[in-house]
C-alpha cells in the first residue's frame, strides 16, 4: 500500500481517489467516536471487495475462551473482547435494479474527508453503473457527542445522465461475528425485533456476560432539500431488519436519506427499557434535525480544541498528525464514565481485545490531565481502585498472600485474561504503572486527598506484592527479582531487569512514605486503611528491608544500568547495521532469534529513566539513551515518543524529530504495515507527550511545573495549551522566542529555563 495516499492538511485527513487496496486502511484511518461507542469507517452502501466492518460500544465485552497449544497452570480462562456490535450505518442503494457497489463500478472524483475540527466523516463521488448509468454520492455520518447513544448520516443521490428508479435500504444488522474470535463464536443472541412506521429495533445480549444491547434506526427522506414521505417495505431475518423505499428522481434532482441510530445499552438503562430509551434517543435528535445536530457537533468539538489544541507553524504534516492522534483520544475516551477507559486500538479495530493495558497509566493519563480537568484522569485511577479486589484475586491465583495485588496486564473488569505465559506471569512491571499513575496525578492536579480516599490501599497491595515477589540472594547480598519481562518484550524469562527492579523499590518507598504522612495528617484515614488492610509495624520493616536492598545490574565498564543481568552476553551489533530486508525482526525472525539478540523492542531502561528523570543528572541520561537507542528496533508503538522526549532533554533535536515522526505518523504513513488492522490510540497520547514533554520540556516534579522549550529546525512556531491545578497556560515557542499567556484567574508559577516567573491573569511573559 502506498504509505503517502494521505494529503497533508492542517485540519482533515483527506484520500483523493479510490484505491480498492486502501480500503482497510482508510477504514481504520477515518474511523469516528464519542466516547461511548465507535466505528470504523465502512462504506454505508454494499461492498464486495475486502472490508472490515466493526462497530463497538464501550464496555460491551465477551470473555472468549483462551485457545493456547498448550495450558499451564495460572492461565486466564478467557480473553475478553470488545464485541463487534450490531452494525446500524448500512444502507443499500439499487439504481434503475442495479445494485450501488465500488467493487464492482467505475469510480471517479472520490474524496473523503475527516473534518477533526468538527468531527464529521464525508464521502463524495462519482459512479457509474454497468448500465452507464452515472450518478453523484455525497455522505455525511458522525457520532455526536451531545447525545452519546446516538449517531446520524445525511447519504445523498443525484443522477447525473439519467432519470429513474432509486430504491434506498436501510437496515440493522445483528448478525455480526468478531474478526478476532478464537473460535468462530457467534457472540450476540437475539431477543427482539420490532418496527414502527420508520424506525427499527433489534434487542440482543451477548452471552456469557448478558450485556443487553438495543441498536436502532430512524429514517426520513428530502427530495432536493425538501422533506418527502415514502412508503416502505420490511424486510426481517433472524438478524436483521430493512426498510426498502423506492422512488422517481429526475436527472440533476438530489434525493436524500436521513438515518439516526445508535445504542442504548444495559450499562447505562434497565434492560427492559432499552428500547423504550433508544426510542426517545432517536426521536429527540430527528426532531432537532440533521443539520441542528451537526451544528452542536461543530461547537462541541470547538470546545475540546479550546484546550486540547497544538498549533505548528511551517509543517504541515507535523501539524496533521498532531491533531489526527489528539482527536483520536478524544473520540476513545472523553472521561465521563469511570467503568470505561482505553484500548490499544480503541473503537478501531479488534487486536488486542479492545481491553486495557498499562499504556493507559504510563501514557494516557498526563494528556487528559492536562487537556481536560481533573476528574477525567481521576476516573481512570478510580477504574483501577474499583478493580483492586480483582487485583488480590490475580495475585492470589499465582501463590501471592495476605492482600498483594498483581494488577492485569489486559482485562475488561479487573480479571487477568491475557494467555501469553512471557505476559501473564512475567511482564510484572504493570504493576508499578498503577502506583507511578496514583503519584502523577497528585503531583500535577496537587489533589492530594485521592490518596488517603482510595490510593493508599493500591499503594499498600501493591507493595505487599513486590515484597513477596522479590528474593533474597546471598550471593549478591540483596533483593532480586527473577524470571520477568520487561516493557522490552524481545527479551523473556529473564532476571533482574532494571527497570522492574527500580519500580519495585520506588513503589515501596512512595507506599511507605505516604502511610508515614497518612499518619501524621490524617489519622482518620490511617486508621481505617490499617485496619482494612491489617497492616503492621512487621509489614513497614519487611518491606523496607526489600527497597533499601534491592539489586540493580550495573556495568562497571560501560558505566550503565544494564537492562538484566546477562544483557552483556549478548552480541552488541547496532540497529543501524541490519539489512532493511531483516526488518521488522518481529516479522522477519524466528522468537528464538529475537530472544538471543541485543534488539530492544521498546523503551525499557530509558522508560525508567524518563519516569524518575528527576532522579538522574544529565550526563547520565545521555550516556544511557546513547547505549540502548542504538540498539532499540521501535517495534512497539510506545517506544518512539519515550526516545524523542529524552533526546530532547539531552540536546539531540534531529534525532527528537525523527523520533517525533515516528509516533506522530505512525498510522497515518502505517509504518508498521498494520493500519488495517486498526489505529495505536494509547501510544498517540505519547505523541502529545513527545510536543509537550519533550519540545515544550514540561516537567512537573515535586510539586513544581517547569519547562524548557525547544524548536526542531524544521518548524517556524508551535504553541500549546495546559491546564494545571485550575489554571489554563499557554505556551508558544518560535525560534526567536517564547511567550507564557495565564488564561485563567490564579497566578501561575513557573520555572523556564530555571528562572521563576509567576505568571498572573492574562498576563503574557516573553522570552527571548
Not at 208 to 235: P, Q, S
Not at 334 to 345: F, M, T, V
Request: hydrophobic share 35%; proline share 3%.
Amino acid at each position: 500500500m502506498n504509505q503517502d495516499y494521505i494529503i497533508p492538511n492542517e485540519w482533515s485527513i483527506i484520500e483523493d481517489g479510490f484505491h480498492k487496496d486502501h480500503v482497510t486502511a482508510s477504514e481504520s484511518i477515518f474511523s469516528i467516536g464519542n466516547g461511548a461507542m465507535g466505528q470504523r469507517a465502512n462504506f454505508e452502501e454494499n461492498y464486495s471487495g475486502d472490508t472490515f466492518q466493526g462497530s463497538y460500544i464501550g464496555g460491551i465485552y465477551y470473555p472468549d475462551k483462551t485457545r493456547v497449544g498448550w495450558w499451564k497452570n495460572g492461565y486466564p480462562e478467557y480473553f475478553a473482547k470488545v464485541l463487534n456490535a450490531p452494525n446500524w450505518i448500512g444502507i443499500n442503494v439499487n439504481i434503475n435494479g442495479i445494485s450501488l457497489d465500488l467493487n464492482t463500478c467505475k469510480v471517479y472524483e472520490f474524496e473523503r474527508e475527516l473534518n477533526m475540527k468538527e468531527g464529521v466523516l464525508t464521502r463524495s463521488f462519482i459512479a457509474e453503473l454497468s448500465n452507464g448509468n452515472q450518478l453523484k454520492i455525497f455522505a455525511t455520518r458522525f457520532l455526536s457527542l451531545d447525545f452519546n447513544e446516538a449517531g446520524a448520516i445525511k447519504y445523498s443521490i443525484t443522477p447525473i445522465n439519467f432519470s429513474g428508479e432509486i430504491e434506498f435500504i436501510p437496515y440493522i444488522d445483528a448478525g455480526i461475528v468478531n474478526e478476532d474470535s478464537n473460535y468462530d463464536e457467534y457472540f450476540w443472541d437475539i431477543l427482539q425485533i420490532e418496527e414502527q412506521k420508520n424506525e427499527a429495533y433489534i434487542l440482543s445480549k451477548t452471552y456469557k456476560t448478558e450485556f443487553h444491547v438495543c441498536t436502532g434506526m430512524k429514517v426520513g427522506f428530502a427530495l432536493n432539500d425538501y422533506e418527502i414521505i415514502l412508503d416502505k417495505e420490511t424486510e426481517k431475518t433472524e438478524k436483521s431488519i430493512a426498510f426498502k423505499y423506492k422512488t422517481n428522481v429526475k436527472q440533476g434532482d438530489t434525493l436524500s436519506i436521513y438515518k439516526y441510530g445508535g445504542y442504548t445499552q444495559s450499562m447505562n438503562h434497565p434492560k427492559e427499557n432499552l428500547i423504550f430509551a433508544l426510542e426517545k434517543v432517536l426521536q429527540k435528535v430527528a426532531i432537532i434535525g440533521f443539520d441542528n445536530l451537526l451544528q452542536k457537533q461543530k461547537e462541541a468539538w470547538a470546545k475540546i480544541w479550546e484546550t486540547a489544541d497544538i498549533t505548528i507553524e511551517g509543517d504541515v504534516k507535523a501539524q496533521q498528525a498532531i491533531r489526527f492522534n489528539i482527536f483520536q483520544l478524544n473520540q476513545t475516551y472523553l472521561g465521563e464514565d469511570s467503568r470505561l477507559n482505553i484500548g490499544p486500538k480503541g473503537f478501531t479495530g479488534e487486536k488486542y481485545g479492545g481491553s486495557t493495558y498499562w499504556d493507559t497509566e504510563a501514557y494516557c493519563i498526563p494528556f487528559y490531565m492536562s487537556t481536560k480537568d481533573k476528574h477525567v484522569a481521576k476516573n481512570l485511577l478510580l477504574y483501577r481502585y474499583n478493580q483492586l479486589d480483582k487485583a488480590i484475586e490475580n495475585a492470589g491465583k499465582l501463590g501471592f498472600n495476605s492482600g498483594a495485588a498483581l494488577y492485569p496486564m489486559v482485562t475488561m473488569n479487573g480479571e487477568e485474561c491475557h494467555n501469553e505465559w512471557e505476559i501473564t506471569f512475567e511482564e510484572i512491571h504493570r504493576n508499578g504503572s498503577m502506583i507511578y499513575a496514583i503519584y502523577n496525578y497528585v503531583n500535577y492536579t496537587g489533589d492530594y486527598s485521592y490518596i488517603p480516599e482510595f490510593g493508599m490501599e493500591v499503594m499498600i497491595a501493591v507493595a505487599r506484592f513486590w515484597q513477596q515477589r522479590a528474593t533474597f540472594s546471598k550471593a549478591k547480598d540483596k533483593f532480586v527479582i527473577l524470571g520477568v519481562t520487561g516493557p522490552n518484550e524481545y527479551e523473556n524469562n529473564i532476571n533482574n531487569n532494571w527497570y522492574t527492579n527500580y519500580l519495585a523499590k520506588w513503589c515501596i518507598d512512595y507506599a511507605l512514605e505516604n502511610l508515614q504522612v497518612l499518619k501524621a495528617d490524617y489519622k482518620a484515614d490511617y486508621q481505617r486503611i490499617i485496619e482494612k488492610t491489617k497492616f503492621s509495624k512487621n509489614n513497614f520493616d519487611a518491606m523496607k528491608n526489600v527497597a533499601d536492598n534491592m539489586y540493580f545490574p550495573f556495568s562497571e565498564k560501560e558505566d550503565v544500568f544494564l537492562q538484566q543481568d546477562g544483557f552483556l552476553d549478548k552480541e552488541l551489533i547496532p540497529v543501524d547495521q541490519l539489512e532493511k530486508s531483516e526488518r521488522p525482526i518481529n516479522q522477519k525472525w524466528s522468537w528464538d532469534r529475537i530472544l538471543r539478540s541485543p534488539y530492544i523492542k521498546q523503551a525499557d531502561v530509558l522508560q525508567g529513566i524518563y519516569f524518575f528523570e528527576n532522579e538522574f543528572d544529565t550526563k547520565t541520561i545521555k550516556k544511557h539513551f546513547d547505549f540502548y537507542e542504538p540498539l532499540t528496533v521501535h517495534e512497539s508503538s510506545l517506544s518512539p515518543c519515550v526516545h524523542s522526549i529524552i533526546a530532547s532533554k539531552i540536546g539531540m533535536n534531529n534525532k527528537a524529530y525523527e523520533m517525533y515522526l515516528r509516533t506522530s505518523r505512525l498510522d497515518l504513513d502505517d509504518y508498521n504495515h498494520e493500519v488495517h488492522e486498526g489505529l495505536h490510540i494509547t501510544s498517540m497520547a505519547g505523541t502529545w507527550l513527545s510536543i509537550v514533554q519533550g519540545f515544550g520540556g514540561m516537567r512537573n516534579f515535586d510539586n513544581v511545573l517547569s519547562f524548557n522549550p525547544q524548536i526542531p529546525k524544521e518548524w517556524k512556531s508551535y504553541s500549546f495549551k495546559i491546564d494545571y491545578r485550575g489554571s489554563t497556560l499557554k505556551v508558544y515557542k518560535s525560534h526567536s522566542e517564547c511567550k507564557f499567556t495565564n488564561e485563567s484567574e490564579l497566578p501561575v508559577p513557573v520555572f523556564v529555563n530555571g528562572e521563576e516567573k509567576i505568571i498572573s491573569k492574562d498576563e503574557l511573559v516573553i522570552i527571548s
